[in-house]
Each structure stands twice: as structure tokens, then as C-alpha cells.
């Protein structure tokens, strides 16, 4: 991702300040450790060690620390933490709750995670397929807070932000989330990976092999993990706000109007994007999936031979098939939300369920957009048409 994506998505970030109102303290111990820490308005300036938090039923993740430029805020961040698990012939349904047996297994959380396949990493996937990753289990998240109080006791009011990454929902990934802006405030920071293009949209009815809208099933488990775990990072459960940019905002949007993460999330901020998007939003699931299987060189008769076919390829010749199908077909499917998924998260088009009163929206909403938003794009692509 570039510099100008990343400061282009948090832009706005000032004026939703006004959402983050601290809820109060929840009250009872949390077993949060460090090897060392110093705070650094203390006064200490001997060198920081890497911060170690422990969840009960995952295990301890050792972080690390970086000041803001320019200022004396300290950072402390915690990368690539499972919040599920995609196995092997689980390629596009529901991931699978993180292993829980592994509560005194110490892991290193200061590296940035392996990013969901997408096509402009399509050389990174390949290495890791030839180094026999699963590249497929791609369910992590990132953590950013500015303090954790006391190795015994963490005090959880400070209001937390899942941020949603944007791209078109075939591109980008969790480490666009910088926390330079934001954390100037008192604010945790999450930032998410979830599948992106064919493995998060693809659709087959008949057969139940790809159930469609699997992006917006991961993000329903890591607000679940959120929701559970966000406490130990100093984030307070019960403030806790989703922020979507671009394909970002309409994939937030939509899981709001589903309904089946509500209980995970008490505020929401849209930049550049909504579930009512017509360029993300599939209009023929069927079709789409049948030319990205025959682009991937499968004998396709009907469609209840796309998943049985795709399943047997690389996650590679999948994001090649769907480059070239995208070639030729730019504004076509394959990352897009379905609309009748088989786990009934947009069970008819957003602008019904917009109208639908059991399905109104009744949190504080923010929405906007930066002031160059959609100028990458008008200047490469669509020039070129009018020239």
C-alpha cells in the first residue's frame, strides 16, 4: 500500500473524535503482563521492552513499541493475532474459531502478518505456496493502544476503533491502518484482514460449496474476538466503534444492516462508501463464477462444477483467474457483495433493507468522504476512456 492510500483513509479521522465519548470503568482484574515497560513522561529514560499481554484461552502475545514523529507518545502495537482459522477445503465458507488449546504458548506479535491473497501479491503468494503456507488462513488482526495501567488491574474505558480497509474489496490488507493520527488521541486502535475477491465473494446456490458474502462472516468473528478480548488491551468492550473506507465503508455498512454482529458494535463511521454502492453489489453471482472458473482452466458444464474444480487449485492460479477475468471485464463480479447469500447476511438488495423498519440502524452514524476521494481513479482510468 502506498503512503498517500494509508493518510487518504484517516484524513477524516478528526471529526469522529465526537463519537468516542469514554464509557466507564468495568470493574474486576485483568492479568495483563509486561517483562518490562517504562512509561515515558516518567521521567525514566532507560530503554523500553517488549510488552507482553496474555489471553486466557490463546496464549500470550509479546508486542512492541514505536513513539509517534514529532511527539512523545509512546505506541505499544500487536500484530497478526489469529482471531480464526481457514483449513485446508475450507477456501470460501465460514472460518473456523481459533484453536483455544494453547493458553501458555507465547507468540510473537511484533511482525506484520501475512496479508490475504490478492492478485497485486500475486509473487508473495506464490513464494509462500512453494514454501507449503497455507495462504488461505489469513485471519488476523492488528492491535494499537497507547497504555496498558498495571501488570494486575487494566482500566477498559478507553473507546476502541475497528478499522475496515478498503481497495475495492480485491485489494489491501490490515497494515493500512497507520495509528500515527489517531492514536494522538486516547483511542485502540484494531485493524483487520479478511478474504478478499473470489475467496471472500464467490457464490454457488446449488451446492452450497461457496456460500457467498464469506468477507462480511470474517469480520462478524473478529468483532466476536474483539468484543471478548479488547479488554486485556486497555479497550473498552462496550464503546466500541467500526470504520469502514471505501469497499471498507460498504462492507461495514452491510453488516450492520444485517444485524448479526450488533451486539459487537455500538458506533459506525463511513468514508467513501455504502452497502447502497451499485459497483459492489453482484448482479449476476452464477455468471461470474462460472467465467472465473474457466479462466482458471476448469471444464465448467454447469455450476455445481465451479466449486469442486476451484477447490483443487492453488489460491494463485484462483487471484490469476480472476486478474484475467477482471481484464476483460473491469466493472464484472467476483468482489462483490451477493445479495441472497447462503448465511443470510444480505438476504435481499441493501436498499430493502434500508426501508425494512426491523432493520433500522439505531447508533450514532458518521459518514463522509476526503476531500481527493476517487481521484486515483478518475486519473488512470477513466481519462483514458475520454481521451
Not at 517483562?35 to 509479546?62: A, K
Not at 476502541?160 to 493500512?176: C, K, P, R
Not at 475477491?197 to 462478524?220: C, K, Q, R, Y
Request: negative net charge.
Amino acid at each position: 500500500m502506498t503512503g498517500s492510500k494509508m493518510k487518504c483513509g484517516f484524513a477524516i479521522t478528526f471529526a469522529f473524535v465526537v463519537l468516542l465519548r469514554l464509557g466507564e470503568c468495568a470493574d474486576g482484574s485483568y492479568e495483563v503482563s509486561f517483562e518490562s515497560y517504562y512509561d515515558i513522561n516518567d521521567g525514566d529514560s532507560s530503554p523500553q521492552e517488549r510488552p507482553l499481554v496474555h489471553l486466557p484461552t490463546q496464549g500470550s502475545f509479546e508486542g512492541d513499541h514505536f513513539a509517534i514523529n514529532g511527539t512523545d507518545i509512546n505506541i505499544m502495537r500487536f500484530l497478526g493475532i489469529k482471531y480464526g482459522n481457514v483449513p485446508i477445503g475450507g477456501r470460501f465458507k465460514r472460518g473456523l474459531h481459533v484453536d483455544l488449546s494453547h493458553s501458555s504458548r507465547k507468540t510473537d506479535a511484533s511482525k506484520e502478518p501475512m496479508p490475504c491473497p490478492s492478485f497485486p501479491d500475486l509473487d508473495m503468494v506464490m513464494e509462500n505456496e512453494a514454501r507449503g503456507i497455507n495462504v488461505d488462513d489469513c485471519l488476523t488482526l492488528s492491535v494499537f493502544t497507547r497504555k496498558l495501567q498495571s501488570a494486575t488491574y487494566l482500566d477498559s474505558n478507553t473507546a476502541v476503533v475497528v478499522y475496515i480497509h478498503g481497495e475495492s474489496l480485491f485489494d489491501g490488507s490490515a497494515e493500512e491502518a497507520k495509528p500515527d493520527y489517531l492514536l494522538k488521541n486516547e483511542v485502540v486502535l484494531v485493524s483487520v484482514n479478511y478474504r478478499l475477491a473470489p475467496f471472500g465473494f464467490l457464490f454457488d446456490n446449488n451446492t452450497h460449496s461457496m456460500p457467498g458474502n464469506v468477507a462480511l462472516a470474517d469480520l462478524e468473528m473478529a468483532l466476536q474476538w474483539i468484543s471478548k478480548n479488547i479488554i486485556f488491551f486497555g479497550g473498552d468492550p462496550n464503546n466500541i466503534s467500526i470504520m469502514g473506507q471505501s469497499g471498507g465503508a460498504t462492507l461495514a455498512h452491510a453488516l450492520a444492516l444485517s444485524g448479526k454482529a450488533k451486539q459487537y458494535f455500538h458506533k459506525m463511521i463511513l468514508m467513501g462508501g455504502t452497502a447502497l454502492n451499485p459497483y459492489l453489489i453482484e448482479d449476476n453471482a452464477e455468471k461470474t463464477a462460472i467465467e472465473i472458473a474457466k479462466h482458471a482452466n476448469c471444464r465448467v458444464y454447469r455450476l455445481d462444477d465451479v466449486g469442486r474444480c476451484l477447490y483443487n487449485k492453488k489460491s494463485s492460479e484462483i487471484l490469476r483467474a480472476f486478474y484475467n477475468y477482471k481484464k476483460e471485464h473491469s466493472f464484472n463480479g467476483g468482489n462483490k457483495i451477493i445479495v441472497g447469500d447462503l448465511y443470510n447476511f444480505i438476504p435481499k438488495h441493501p436498499a430493502l433493507m434500508i426501508k425494512d423498519p426491523e432493520r433500522q440502524l439505531n447508533i450514532p452514524l458518521l459518514a463522509g468522504v476526503t476531500q481527493h476521494f476517487g481521484a486515483y481513479l478518475i486519473s488512470s482510468g477513466f481519462l483514458s476512456i475520454l481521451i
